[in-house]
């Protein structure tokens, strides 16, 4: 093991890419951390085995049918087998060809491959970002560092790279070969671009690693007090079982405007190494629907009811496991011990496949027992009488007439479950939810609005009236493809339609157009990107009211819908089928607030403005009718008056073939 202080990889990574010691030796990391319970954070790698190896199978096919048993090769020689990931910078002269592998220098870290294996080469932008070109070493495919113009001489290779690199060694190499695993396809795509999420080593160099620190303890306290597992010993674990790995995770968690909340370190089992069938079966686990959220809070704004938020803490941690699950702690955490021991789950860990399905089954069956009664159209919205709540995942949100009503169910729910009461709603899933004194609400995404306008350069930019032009958009054939911030395209649009979707309904015919083309956007897309995000510079303080109107022409569930009719056969290819397709567009309100808007391309092609109008119409009434049955199921809770208004429901059409 390393001097005590010193990582492993510290050590290790000591030297640049070409093997040389590097010019400024890396400094040891702080004292180890010794809380007063186990398992405790180091800084040492546990030295465990694991019973499944991919290397001892891809070295058994290597060897089937070979008579000789392969020889054991001296200290430091590398077999054909054994690919480097990061090779040493290439020198090109002008006569030499970028495919040529002599010349390359290798360093110690090494994964072994079987030929019909993908893993370990990363996405083809990656390759783009670091400047790396495949070729072929000793028969076998793998990824070479290069300079884009020889008379540059050797590529410096970034810290950003190197970092990227080591943590992708370190999470995907098995404990004890040193082999990578048989890790996810998409495992270098896994590039967090977060500053406030990170591996809990790297949260050691974080000017606040106090803060870190403290919720790494809290987190190891919480997990051991709920006798999340328990020690046994390598030679009990049954022969084939997977052994995980896990990771710890630092975060800085955050309030929707960008405030600092709190610091949060989760431990995170490696789910993706399960085997479905073996270690999972079933993972679907239901969230509940924003249109429901939205519909509890209109009526809350217009009955006046008593709302307050409950987190539960450490929610999957809080259900238990029907199959054996064995688990190696990662580097920064582990047990005191000298012996070869393993950690086997009694309950859920983060990370792993079946986690959020068996939290769902236990916090169903709490709410059950205490008189609550699942809905059949929204599996995450449960009725008592004159309460009800919505479920997303570990938040919670009460709506009742009388704030005892809720505190008595609380105080109910925390003899079964570990929870916190957050008070009146405030925030939910990124929305920031104003209250007024007259009991309306307001839902707002300033905080995702200015991280969208940061990302994408345009903080300062000038703001716009419209979010989009008058004309529909078109896929630009032939159009410049070549623009300055093509790679943040798909990124921004993302974030834009999380914002439509929650609380924006102004854009989404926009974001819509633009998320199209997120797979060859052109500067023509990206000029409508930037109109859309002009607009949300002046708009970013404004939001989504909810203010019934009691007005009889406004009561009650209505619906506007309508339709485009080949829309964008003006702007595509008249030889492309998509030319002559139509736009669906409808909003559902309750009492003139809105709780469901959409805006699409229709699936069929219809061939005349009826049939398009019809189309449309089926789609809206497609979301009206489950919608109207939850309202249904709500008011009868309740026990509301008025809810013969809300047993039916008007939509607005204006065609009238399709009505």
Not at 244 to 267: E, F, N, V
Not at 520 to 547: C, E, S, V, W
């Amino acid at each position: 093991l390393p001097p005590e202080g010193v990582t492993e990889h510290s050590v290790r990574d000591n030297h640049d890419l070409a093997g040389k010691p590097a010019s400024t030796p890396i400094q040891p990391t702080n004292p180890t951390i010794k809380p007063t319970i186990k398992p405790t954070i180091k800084q040492v790698q546990p030295n465990f085995p694991s019973p499944r190896h991919l290397g001892d199978e891809l070295e058994a096919e290597e060897n089937q049918g070979s008579t000789t048993p392969a020889s054991p090769k001296p200290p430091g020689e590398k077999s054909e087998d054994e690919v480097g990931l990061i090779e040493g910078a290439v020198e090109h002269t002008g006569s030499q060809s970028p495919g040529r592998t002599e010349d390359v220098e290798t360093v110690d870290a090494i994964i072994r491959r079987s030929d019909r294996s993908t893993k370990g080469i990363p996405p083809k932008r990656y390759r783009d970002e670091y400047n790396c070109f495949e070729t072929n070493r000793v028969g076998k495919p793998s990824l070479i560092l290069q300079a884009m113009n020889p008379e540059e001489g050797p590529l410096k290779v970034t810290d950003e790279m190197s970092a990227f690199y080591s943590e992708f060694l370190e999470l995907n190499t098995d404990v004890d070969s040193g082999i990578l695993t048989g890790s996810h396809e998409l495992a270098f795509a896994a590039k967090v671009s977060d500053p406030d999420t990170m591996k809990f080593d790297k949260a050691r160099f974080e000017p606040d690693w106090e803060e870190f620190e403290k919720a790494g303890e809290r987190e190891l306290k919480e997990l051991t007090e709920q006798d999340t597992w328990e020690m046994i010993d390598y030679d009990l674990v049954p022969e084939g079982a997977t052994i995980l790995q896990s990771t710890m995770i630092a975060k800085r968690k955050r309030y929707p405007d960008g405030r600092l909340r709190s610091y949060k370190a989760r431990l995170c089992v490696r789910g993706d190494q399960q085997r479905e069938g073996v270690d999972f079966f079933e993972t679907y686990a239901p969230v509940v629907q924003m249109s429901t959220v939205r519909l509890m809070l209109t009526l809350a704004a217009k009955h006046n009811f008593i709302t307050k938020q409950v987190d539960y803490a450490n929610a999957f941690v809080q259900a238990k496991l029907d199959t054996d699950v064995y688990v190696h702690l990662p580097s920064c955490v582990c047990a005191n011990t000298e012996k070869k021991q393993v950690f086997k789950l009694k309950k859920s860990l983060y990370g792993l496949r079946q986690a959020p399905l068996k939290w769902f089954e236990k916090l169903r069956e709490g709410m059950i027992e205490r008189g609550f009664q699942q809905s059949q159209q929204d599996p995450c919205l449960f009725l008592a009488d004159s309460l009800v709540a919505v479920v997303w995942v570990d938040d919670v949100l009460f709506f009742a007439r009388e704030e005892k009503r809720i505190d008595e169910m609380i105080e109910s729910l925390s003899t079964d479950f570990e929870l916190k009461v957050e008070g009146d709603v405030t925030s939910f899933l990124g929305l920031t939810i104003r209250k007024f004194e007259d009991g309306s609400f307001e839902i707002l995404q300033t905080g995702l609005i200015e991280r969208i306008l940061q990302a994408s350069g345009m903080i300062d930019c000038n703001p716009s009236k419209t979010p989009a032009a008058k004309l529909p958009l078109g896929s630009d054939v032939g159009g410049n493809k070549h623009f300055e911030g093509k790679e943040k395209y798909s990124s921004i649009v993302g974030m834009l339609l999380y914002l439509a979707g929650h609380s924006r309904p102004d854009i989404s015919f926009a974001v819509h157009q633009v998320a199209r083309f997120t797979h060859n956007p052109t500067r023509k897309h990206q000029t409508a990107l930037k109109t859309i995000l002009r607009y949300l510079k002046g708009t970013r303080d404004k939001g989504l009211m909810f203010r019934p109107n009691d007005d009889e022409e406004y009561s009650g569930l209505h619906a506007n819908c309508d339709a485009d009719f080949a829309g964008l056969y003006e702007v595509e290819s008249k030889d492309d089928p998509i030319s002559v397709k139509s736009r669906t567009g409808f909003v559902i309100r309750l009492d003139n607030c809105p709780v469901i808007w959409k805006s699409k391309l229709q699936s069929l092609i219809a061939l005349s403005t009826l049939e398009s109008e019809y189309i449309a119409l089926s789609q809206c009434m497609r979301e009206l009718i489950p919608l109207r049955r939850v309202l249904k199921d709500i008011t009868n809770a309740f026990g509301l008056e008025d809810v013969s208004a809300y047993a039916h429901s008007t939509v607005f059409e204006d065609n009238n073939g399709a009505l």
